[in-house]
């Protein structure tokens, strides 16, 4: 870290006259200006000689907005290069170019692209020069446009994105400038890229300390140059302010490091139950000229890893309940949407989750913000391997030379999330029995705290005894655990004095909507890969009774964890199912069985024992459905809170009181299948909590279209996701309906793509049609950039069509 001092400078503090100027000014000149470049790119997939040239034609290329994902287009098959783990979708190499202007007033200035994510090996030119290379595909970079613009005139970026040579990940990558693009133009003095780093400290619920550390480009002389922050409550008012005025520097181009504390009084906290922010507008003036403001979101809270209590918040004890998810959107692929992002956050928060894993990489800068804004506890996590590889060819072919530079990158962009409270610099690495380690862990991890003391660090570690040579190393905080979940008991035996985070937790394996009898007994699949444990269908059980042999099932694991106070917390694999890796790895598969919510977003069985078992809120939920052969005996499961028992009748007749003892955490029932109604009523000392029914289907009649939000907004890029219910003439879902829906679309919003949930089906989501898997079906809509109506509709061959108008603003 430079001071002030060693640039040559000298820092004086202002005086309250000066600090009431700073809080008073008005910017009088045009100062950073940060515009969305996703638009109107043209994209060509296949290779293209000389396509940085300025003089080639690309008038026949597909124009389109970012992000983009092309392989989500793509056709499956288990012959792409990626194969099934990789998601079996094609890769390739893509080529992106926009043709754009800069205003001839911004000569003077400094002009940037930044690219939040691209996947994978990127060249850009600009103008046909070339700025730069990046290996990694989750990587946020910036380039500097400055030196090769025709201001006034047209210019010409282009973007090279190479994903051919696979396999290069162990699950679905996707392919392309799949995050957002921005331009961003400052004055020659100004703030840098991710040029703030917040911190808070003495943190009580009478005061905080809010500490400013300010990174300046170009530092210049320049008489009467001030910086000034101003700290905003979640309602606009400011509430602090601290300032200061510098010397001149000895020459221009140096980078200079300026700091200051803000006190906070009455702080309210950022916690998971209430993620209250602040906002810390940072200016940069020079007399009464504004040359720079940068925002950060500021958070307040403290927290501590315990040896023996483990975690609390801002003095409070409690568990970290989290999950792991890989960085798709489903069908929607990896190109990146907020609001997509935003209904799962949604989903795991209804659920009782308060944490997220960003397996195994950086994530999406949108996925922060929303933690942030959600509640959300996030262990960042940086690489998959190091050195030695896990996919042919991953990222290992760049670690030595890269993985300064990225890991650099990404918590200086990362660290003033206040959701951020775990870095993580590796999964599974395989040198965990290797010596190496012993070199690279410490590498790394004095990387992360030259840039951030505030958060621990660890690694998600399959091997967790003592011979691990990254713990050995010395160089990690938290001792992370991926499963080897019978072994937590005797965490303090293997490691005294040590803190303890179950990086990686349970690997349950689930198709919705699919029972096999009986339940209550644990079944694991071979280790075998060419013997899965699969039925016909390449279907699994939705009771929460099958495991891996690394893993566990989701009862068995979460037993474990809430029994005792030094396990500090737990991150689920996974909280949504993802392409690729489709454990046990048998195609026709495409998508992983993991999560505790489909691919499509709709929720298995197991979701609501973590509600019953995570959250307050009244939870009944019983299962499977009531459509069987007649005379087949059915096991009844029921997971429930807030009661003392659940009482089951079938067809008006009681079978009978359950109550959990001990540490169940489901009651069951073993009922001879008749049609009809199946009834579950809850009590707590004697009163009804609640009741739920399941009724026997007829035949597929209607369909239904329920959409989660009818109002959208006309920006290009909110989306509305539409379930499809296949009904019988009564209203119930019909469970085992599998009909071909088509939907139509008119107005000012277009079908993004269309799921059902089912881990084998190789349908297109790029399509406007879907068959339902178990009853169920999705579209989703997205807006244009007109305000209107949106009219959906859905007709299947025999069953009565539904349409729904949605409304775009």
């Given at each position: 870290m430079s001071s002030i001092k060693s640039q040559g400078a000298k820092v004086y503090k202002c005086t309250m006259l000066a600090i009431l100027m700073l809080a008073t000014l008005k910017p009088f000149a045009q100062t950073r200006q940060k515009l969305d470049f996703d638009k109107s790119w043209r994209f060509n997939l296949g290779a293209v000689e000389s396509g940085e040239k300025v003089t080639l034609n690309d008038s026949k290329w597909r124009v389109l907005n970012l992000p983009h994902d092309w392989s989500i287009e793509g056709t499956f098959s288990k012959d792409n290069p990626a194969t099934p783990e990789g998601g079996a979708l094609p890769g390739g190499i893509g080529w992106y170019r926009k043709t754009f202007t800069v205003p001839a007033a911004s000569k003077g200035k400094l002009v940037y692209i930044d690219f939040d994510g691209v996947y994978q090996k990127s060249d850009v030119w600009i103008n046909g020069h070339h700025l730069g290379f990046r290996p990694n595909g989750y990587i946020s970079f910036r380039y500097e446009l400055t030196p090769y613009l025709n201001f006034g005139g047209n210019n010409v970026i282009a973007v090279k994105v190479d994903n051919s040579v696979q396999p290069n990940s162990r699950w679905y990558s996707g392919s392309g400038i799949y995050r957002h693009v921005w331009l961003v133009t400052t004055n020659k003095t100004a703030i840098d890229h991710w040029g703030t780093y917040v911190t808070t400290t003495n943190v009580s619920n009478a005061s905080a300390k809010v500490n400013v550390q300010v990174q300046l480009h170009n530092y210049q002389k320049a008489p009467g140059l001030m910086i000034?922050?101003?700290?905003?409550?979640?309602?606009?008012?400011?509430?602090?302010?601290?300032?200061?005025?510098?010397?001149?520097?000895?020459?221009?181009?140096?980078?200079l490091t300026v700091a200051h504390t803000l006190t906070v009084k009455n702080p309210v906290l950022w916690s998971v139950d209430k993620p209250y922010l602040y906002k810390a507008v940072t200016q940069l003036i020079e007399g009464k000229t504004v040359l720079d403001e940068y925002t950060t979101t500021v958070g307040i809270r403290y927290f501590n890893f315990d040896a023996d209590k483990g975690f609390s918040?801002?003095?409070?004890?409690?568990?970290i309940l989290g999950v792991c998810d890989h960085h798709d959107l489903g069908s929607l692929g990896a190109a990146v949407n907020t609001r997509a992002l935003e209904r799962q956050l949604q989903m795991l928060k209804a659920m009782g989750c308060n944490g997220i894993r960003t397996s195994h990489n950086p994530p999406a800068p949108e996925l922060l913000d929303l933690c942030d804004k959600m509640g959300f506890i996030v262990m960042d996590e940086a690489f998959d391997c190091w050195e030695w590889k896990k996919a042919t060819y991953d990222y290992h072919l760049y670690f030595k030379e890269w993985h300064k530079r990225d890991l650099e990158d990404q918590v200086k962009r990362d660290r003033n999330h206040p959701s951020i409270m775990i870095w993580s610099i590796g999964n599974e690495i395989p040198q965990q029995a290797d010596s190496s380690a012993l070199r690279i862990a410490p590498e790394l991890a004095a990387i992360v705290h030259s840039l951030d003391k505030t958060r621990p660090l660890?690694?998600?570690?399959?091997?967790?005894?003592?011979?691990?040579?990254?713990?050995?190393?010395?160089?990690?905080?938290?001792?992370?655990?991926?499963?080897?979940?019978?072994?937590?008991?005797?965490?303090?035996?293997?490691?005294?004095?040590?803190?303890f985070i179950a990086t990686e937790t349970t690997s349950g394996l689930e198709t919705r909507g699919y029972y096999e009898m009986p339940s209550d007994s644990i079944r694991v699949w071979p280790t075998s890969y060419d013997k899965p444990f699969l039925r016909e269908g390449n279907n699994v059980s939705a009771y929460d009774n099958t495991r891996p042999p690394w893993g566990s099932t989701h009862e068995m694991t979460w037993k474990v964890m809430k029994k005792y106070d030094f396990l500090s917390g737990m991150f689920i694999w996974t909280g949504f199912d993802y392409l690729g890796e489709p454990t046990p790895y048998s195609w026709p598969s495409r998508s992983s069985y993991f999560g505790i919510i489909d691919l499509a977003g709709f929720p298995k069985d197991v979701y609501y024992m973590y509600q019953s078992e995570w959250t307050n809120k009244p939870v009944l939920h019983i299962f499977p459905h009531w459509n069987w052969e007649p005379g087949k005996m059915i096991d009844i499961w029921a997971y429930y809170n807030n009661a003392d028992e659940v009482e089951l009748y079938l067809n008006g007749k009681s079978l009978g009181i359950q109550k959990k003892t001990g540490d169940d955490l489901h009651v069951m029932w073993r009922v001879k299948y008749e049609p009809g109604t199946l009834k579950a009523v809850s009590r707590k000392n004697g009163k009804t909590v609640l009741t739920r029914e399941i009724h026997t289907a007829g035949a597929p009649a209607k369909i239904e279209l329920i959409a989660d939000r009818s109002q959208i907004k006309a920006d290009g890029k909110d989306l509305s996701f539409i379930t499809v219910k296949i009904l019988d003439k009564d209203g119930n879902v019909v469970p085992d309906a599998d009909n071909k829906v088509n939907f139509k679309i008119n107005g000012e919003g277009f079908i993004a793509s269309v799921d059902n949930g089912d881990p084998v089906s190789h349908d297109p989501f790029k399509a406007d049609y879907r068959k339902a898997f178990h009853g169920l079906a999705l579209a989703i809509v997205q807006a244009k950039e007109k305000a209107g109506t949106i009219t959906l509709t859905a007709s299947a061959d025999g069953l009565q069509g539904s349409t729904l108008v949605l409304k775009s603003r």
């Open positions: 000034s922050t101003k700290l905003y409550d979640a309602a606009g008012k400011p509430v602090s302010l601290a300032g200061e005025a510098l010397s001149a520097a000895k020459s221009k181009d140096t980078a918040l801002n003095g409070k004890p409690m568990k660890t690694t998600a570690n399959d091997r967790p005894d003592t011979t691990n040579k990254i713990v050995k190393s010395g160089a990690i905080d938290l001792i992370g655990y991926n499963y080897h979940q019978f072994d937590y008991a005797k965490f303090h035996d293997r490691y005294p004095g040590k803190k």
